[in-house]
């Protein structure tokens, strides 16, 4: 397992918007120059078939060269995540990103998302998120 010290989690919302030049892309490049970037086999699955499909192998080769957090998932906290986020009114939060959250949390990492549940949930789960201006 590799440390995750220094690193920032990139969720899938922001590669989405940096390969195609968005919002994300500045901040983006600045943490990649500083190889201070990971991800996790759930966001990084999300990618990759989209990635295949297009053909375009060398992006694929330099996705799967990229850190990986460990998953490790702990099915009662998740439950209490979503229970806590409802109790919170914070509805439709999908288990893929449930389970980011946790691991953020369980590796004391920022997160770097575009998606606006995840602000909210930060600052119900007290999760850090990384240049969290920017959202969808």
């Not at 490049?29 to 078939?49: F, M, Q, R, S």
């Not at 297009?54 to 998953?71: A, F, T, Y």
Request: contains cysteine.
């Amino acid at each position: 397992m590799m440390l995750a010290e220094n690193l920032v989690l990139v969720d899938s919302s922001v590669w989405i918007e940096y390969f195609k030049g968005g919002i994300a892309s500045l901040a983006l490049d600045g943490l990649l120059d500083k190889d201070a970037v990971c991800i996790n086999e759930l966001i990084l699955t999300e990618l990759i078939p989209s990635i295949i499909q297009k053909g375009e192998q060398e992006l694929r080769n330099l996705m799967v060269s990229i850190p990986r957090l460990r998953l490790k998932i702990d099915w009662p906290n998740l439950r209490k995540l979503q229970i806590t986020n409802l109790k919170n009114g914070i509805n439709n939060v999908s288990i893929p990103d449930l389970i980011i959250a946790q691991n953020a949390l369980a590796n004391d990492i920022e997160l770097f998302t575009l998606d606006k549940h995840f602000l909210r949930m930060s600052q119900v789960h007290n999760f850090r998120l990384y240049n969290s201006i920017i959202y969808k």
